[in-house]
């Protein structure tokens, strides 16, 4: 099995999505095979938060809420873990997957206080190793995950809700044409892009820019739900 994560808009070929009472969830899982991804499911519904894929490699991710600590996704392969926070939800480290977005050998993580601590993000950093850099960036304590407010959709551009990101974007991304607005989508591939029905405004702001876009309705955090396992680079 093919497996890694290397840029948030290479062409999704795996993913695992949840599992709910909510249609509209079998609903984006079915469009997803349609789509050509291979798609496994899996409770909970809310997948994105228990694993961290970075290139090839699986991480076990630390959940802050007593709850959800003990949340672990089967992959059919090995895996490396981080080691789990304190149930009390103060001590850490913590460090959930919807605070993780790859660029290649740069790796944004978000941190909010909500979620992942610094901690969190240092053991990332230790178990990725010299050939990547993290780079921390502070949220809004009103945020819980990075992807809640940033979606990387191809190389140059972005959607951002940039009062919500304390220091700004990370220097690497300053130069990227910004889309202002709420990130509600699920990149496909790097001319492909899933839009909440009812972003009608994201979805204007990305055709302007030549992408084709999937309009759906979904009535909670479309990434929330889907955890990609694969994304296959694009020949340029």
Known sequence: MSFGIHHEWDRLR???????????????????????????RSAPLFLRDPLIVVGGQAIDASLRLPARQHERLEIGRDKTSMPRGSPNGVDGPYLEGGDVLVNGREIYAGM??????????????????AQYRVVPMALRSSVRH???????????????????????????????????????????????????????????????????????PFDRPMRAVVQPLWREAMLE
């Open 112 to 129: 909010s206080g909500r979620a992942s601590d610094m901690a969190g993000i240092d053991c990332l950093e230790r178990l990725l190793g």
């Open 146 to 216: 990075l992807q809640d407010v940033l979606a990387l959709v191809r190389p140059g551009l972005l959607v951002m809700q940039a009062d919500t990101l304390i220091d700004g974007l990370p220097m690497s991304l300053r130069t990227w044409d910004a889309i202002a607005g709420s990130p509600d989508l699920l990149v496909l591939d790097r001319e492909r892009v899933i839009v909440e029905a009812r972003n009608t405004s994201l979805a204007r702001d990305l055709r302007a820019r030549r992408m084709d876009v999937i309009p759906m």
């Open 14 to 40: 795996e993913a695992i999505v949840g599992i709910g009472d909510a249609p509209q969830v079998d609903a984006l899982a079915a469009l997803l095979e349609r789509e050509g991804v291979k798609v496994r």
